[in-house]
């Protein structure tokens, strides 16, 4: 059995040591597998300071509209590519692995560019760099939501995305000191910085825990178990750590009972809206107009009335408030839901878009300072609602057995419009010049119209319960009791019994006052938070030995009258929460 062997090795109740175990565990991983993610936003910041440098320019021989559009967006070529193969990679060698060789293949592609000679190799070291970043950026979203638990999932996602922004933040200050220099390194040296970042990641890879849940869903219980029980405190005997394991394990019984292929073709017959959601949100997280600023910053300001130096200075600034607006959904998204932060954000950057537009069109002596301040306002709207949920949404939507595939999907249809909108847009801005800006806008207010009409709330539920979510499955009569199981995560060791289940905590995904009467509106799903906790005492609930039938095999290593895995919870009656 996994408890015997797994103690066998470690000790019933072994201590964790040295080892970092618990919080500063998930913390610790969190941090360093944000290095992913900040490589991505570097990459995608670094482009938009040194095609305005003079020495970059006169290297290149002054590239117009479209090579300097290719130079930017090659990179999103090789991204899609490999972020197709990302699902299959990710299930086959599993998320650690995938995550070393996405840092060594991004590491190559910068060194490619540092030392490029030409237009065609600076497009192939984009196009490898691109391949690193189209794995790095769809697993380490999974790798995150399988490591944390419901009620700090979304904080620990928007906290990863916070090192996207702050990557990005880096890449533009280094490139206006680096503007200082008068050689070619003004380019150089930005280029060869991301190569560091991406060999410290291939390093610490190979020193990051796996993901449990891809170790139970490949047999491996042992190791999945050990890594569950460190990140609840490194006793292997703890009850919640064991009935965390007990219920990724009945899933991964569950779904091979199913009889369902593995396949991309069976995802989407079975999980058809699911995968079009993801995808939504990651096609309109682009479609918004974020890459018309992170690309293409100095440029905007350029167009503005800022001139060389100074418009990197001024996307320098906007970095910074940008990368201060993606803090308060470390606190909001496990408080107020996605819906209520997807919704807001899309209309603050529709009116931030609209307003530079106009003042674009007005071309007035006060338009350079106005824009400044739209530009900065709609980057703090983005940064705090369709820049980190669009990654937070698609891993905790996918059930395990296609998580990876549907996750690469939706991040591959990220990069086919980050490609689109990167090529076009150099060319738009010459082309439609102002009404670039309208037409972005009307893409938020079509993103506000799809979240409040399809897009149900996640906020709250455990991985293995999302199929209550979406009225599929059995999982609306076990949603109450199975959320306990891993949301009691980061409870103190005296509150780790699972019964009475604490109704406050099931029923805490309501959002208070107008703002949640308003944007938690659901015509299409049921919010997790409509099922009651299940009220379990002596007259309600039943605990029978299981003799036979149960599939797997029983927790064991403990005490009988200790054991959660030789017990079911029979139920009795369940009650609908009032609206």
Same mark, same amino acid.
């Given at each position: 059995m996994a408890l015997q062997s797994a103690q066998a090795r470690g000790g019933r109740g072994s201590q964790p040591g040295m080892r970092l175990v618990g919080n500063r565990l998930l913390y610790a991983v969190s941090i360093f597998a944000s290095l992913g993610v900040f #490589?991505?936003?570097?990459? &995608?910041g670094v482009m938009s300071g040194i095609i305005t440098g003079p020495h970059f320019i006169k290297y290149f021989d002054r590239p117009g509209p479209l090579q300097v559009g290719s130079m930017v967006a090659v990179l999103e070529v090789g991204a899609f590519a490999t972020s197709l193969a990302a699902g299959r990679v990710g299930d086959i060698i599993g998320r650690k692995g995938t995550l070393f060789i996405g840092a060594l293949v991004f590491?190559? *592609?910068?060194?490619? &560019?540092?030392?490029?000679?030409?237009?065609s190799i600076m497009v192939l070291g984009r196009i490898v760099s691109g391949a690193?970043?189209? @794995? @790095?950026s769809t697993i380490v979203p999974i790798y995150q939501s399988e490591i944390s638990p419901p009620n700090h999932r979304g904080a620990l996602a928007a906290a990863e995305f916070t090192?996207?922004?702050?990557?990005?933040?880096?890449?533009? %200050?280094?490139?206006?000191?680096?503007?200082?220099?008068?050689?070619?390194?003004? %380019?150089? =040296?930005? @280029?060869?910085? &991301?190569?560091? =970042?991406?060999? #410290?990641?291939? +390093?610490?890879?190979?020193?990051? $825990?796996?993901?449990?849940r891809w170790l139970i869903d490949n047999d491996k219980d042992d190791e999945g178990l050990r890594v569950i029980a460190d990140l609840h405190g490194g006793d292997l005997d703890d009850p919640i750590a064991r009935a965390e394991y007990r219920e990724i394990k009945d899933k991964v019984i569950s779904e091979r009972e199913s009889g369902a292929a593995r396949t991309? *073709?069976?995802?989407?017959? /079975?999980?058809?809206? /699911? +995968?079009?959601?993801?995808?939504?949100?990651?096609?309109?997280?682009? @479609?918004?107009? =974020?890459?018309?600023?992170?690309?293409?910053? $100095?440029?905007?300001?350029?167009e503005a009335g800022w001139l060389g130096r100074q418009a990197i200075l001024m996307t320098g600034?906007?970095?910074?408030?940008?990368?201060?607006?993606?803090? !308060? $959904? %470390?606190? #909001?998204?496990?408080? %107020?839901?996605r /819906?209520? =932060?997807?919704?807001? *954000?899309?209309?603050?950057?529709a009116l931030s878009l609209f307003a530079t537009g106009y003042f674009m069109y007005l071309d007035h002596p006060e338009t350079p300072n106005a824009v400044v301040i739209c530009v900065i306002i709609f980057n703090a709207a983005f940064g705090y609602s369709w820049g980190p949920i669009p990654w937070l949404y698609p891993p905790e939507i996918m059930p395990l057995t296609v998580r990876a595939k549907g996750v690469s999907l939706s991040t591959a249809t990220n990069w086919a419009f980050n490609f689109l909108v990167g090529e076009i847009t150099p060319y738009l801005q010459e082309v439609i010049t102002w009404r670039l800006y309208i037409m972005h806008g009307l893409f938020c207010c079509a993103s506000f119209i799809l979240v409040y009409f399809v897009y149900p709330e996640t906020k709250g539920v455990s991985l293995e319960d999302m199929d209550a979510v979406f009225g599929e499955g059995n999982g609306k009569s076990s949603l109450a009791l199975n959320t306990i199981t891993e949301r009691s995560s980061?409870?103190? !060791?005296?509150?780790?019994s699972l019964y009475p289940p604490n109704r406050s905590r099931i029923q805490s995904s309501n959002t208070d006052g107008l703002l949640g009467r308003l944007f938690n509106r659901n015509n299409s799903r049921r919010d997790a938070s409509e099922y009651q906790a299940l009220n379990v005492d002596e007259e309600e609930v039943t605990m029978s030995r299981l003799d036979e039938g149960r599939v797997g095999s029983p927790i064991v290593g403990g005490d009988d009258e200790e054991d959660v895995g030789e017990y079911e919870v029979v139920e009795r009656h369940m009650t609908r929460a009032s609206r």
């Open positions: #490589l991505f936003g570097y990459d &995608q590491t190559f *592609g910068g060194a490619i &560019q540092t030392f490029t000679t030409g237009f690193g970043v189209g @794995l @790095l090192g996207n922004v702050f990557g990005y933040s880096v890449s533009v %200050w280094t490139d206006y000191f680096c503007s200082f220099i008068d050689s070619d390194y003004s %380019w150089r =040296i930005p @280029l060869f910085i &991301q190569c560091v =970042i991406g060999a #410290l990641l291939a +390093v610490g890879s190979l020193i990051m $825990p796996e993901s449990p991309y *073709g069976t995802m989407w017959r /079975r999980y058809k809206q /699911r +995968v079009l959601l993801a995808m939504s949100s990651q096609a309109f997280a682009q @479609l918004n107009g =974020i890459n018309v600023i992170s690309y293409y910053a $100095p440029k905007v300001f350029e600034i906007n970095s910074v408030v940008y990368v201060l607006s993606t803090l !308060p $959904p %470390w606190y #909001l998204v496990d408080r %107020w839901g /819906r209520p =932060i997807l919704l807001s *954000g899309a209309t603050v950057m980061f409870l103190p !060791p005296s509150s780790s």
